[in-house]
């Protein structure tokens, strides 16, 4: 072997390491060796000795016949984001949704009960539901809502029993019919309202989380429902997913341990 082709050795495992760590996404918290190979295209004998080596030293978890991400993984990513301006890092997501989606892109995050707009990139159309930084919202209606509850049990119980007012007609009012749809929420890893909040308003939301697998946030597209019916968010839940998986990567976040379901897409 040629010292050229010693010094590259490194690079080409490295590359192959990450290709797998690649593998592994918000939508696919575990694979088999089977699904990595498929996914990284790695001979099968380098995948195994690869993924032995990376559970060996904490960078995956074995759970049975499958993989994950290690929880190692979370104390390396907190200090590459201390200091960085999470808002700052999300604002190109944010933008990128909206481009692609042609709708208003959001993030809100839980205060005292209530949900708050903290970042957002407004649709270029004339006709737009019209939400602003800063704006406070019910946290028992809309699609954000529903996410922000889902991943925040205590919350949800406090809403729960608070009594929950009418917006709409379309407003969930009795607590076990709100339980219930947080529920599937947390199952099916995305929310999808109409005319909860605002009547003609529809909106998209999936769940953002931090480096310790804490809910971040709520990333949500909304607009009119005339735009955005039923079947067009059903349409829209896969670029939505991936928005926040990136969103939960660049703030240097990790998958909670109980995972996602596998039936996000």
């Known amino acids: 072997m040629s010292s050229n082709e010693t010094a590259a050795t490194p690079l080409l495992v490295l590359r192959k390491i990450t290709s797998i760590l690649d593998a592994f996404s918000l939508t696919q918290p575990e694979l088999s060796l089977a699904e990595i190979r498929s996914a990284t295209g790695v001979p099968h004998s380098t995948v195994q000795r690869l993924v032995a080596n990376m559970v060996q030293e904490g960078i995956l978890d074995r759970h049975g016949d499958r993989f994950r991400v290690g929880v190692r ?13 999470f ?8 933008r990128g949704l909206r481009d692609e989606l042609g709708e208003t892109a959001c ?9 708050v707009c903290i970042a957002l990139a407004e649709t270029r159309r004339m006709l737009r539901r019209v939400v602003q930084v800063g704006e406070i919202m019910p946290l ?3 699609a954000a809502g529903r996410v922000l509850l889902a991943w925040n049990p205590d919350v949800a119980e406090q809403v729960y029993r608070s009594g929950l007012h009418s917006l709409t007609e379309q407003t969930i009012t009795d607590a076990s019919s709100l339980e219930a749809a947080v529920a599937k929420t947390r199952v099916e890893g995305f929310a999808i309202t109409t005319g909860e909040r605002v009547s003609g308003a529809s909106g998209i939301s999936a769940p953002i989380f931090g480096p310790q697998g804490e809910l971040f946030g709520a990333l949500t597209v909304m607009g009119p429902a005339m735009r955005m ?5 059903a349409s829209w839940v896969e670029p939505v997913l991936a928005a926040a998986e990136e969103s939960t990567r660049v703030i240097g976040g990790t998958i909670p341990q109980e995972g996602l379901s596998a039936s996000w897409i």
């Open 73 to 85: 993984m979370a104390h390396w990513a907190a200090p590459a984001t201390q200091g960085l301006d």
């Open 87 to 94: 808002l700052e890092l999300l604002t190109p997501v944010l």
């Open 107 to 115: 993030i809100f995050r839980e205060s005292q009960g209530k949900r």
């Open 140 to 142: 028992h209606v809309g």
């Open 229 to 233: 019916p039923y079947d067009v968010c």
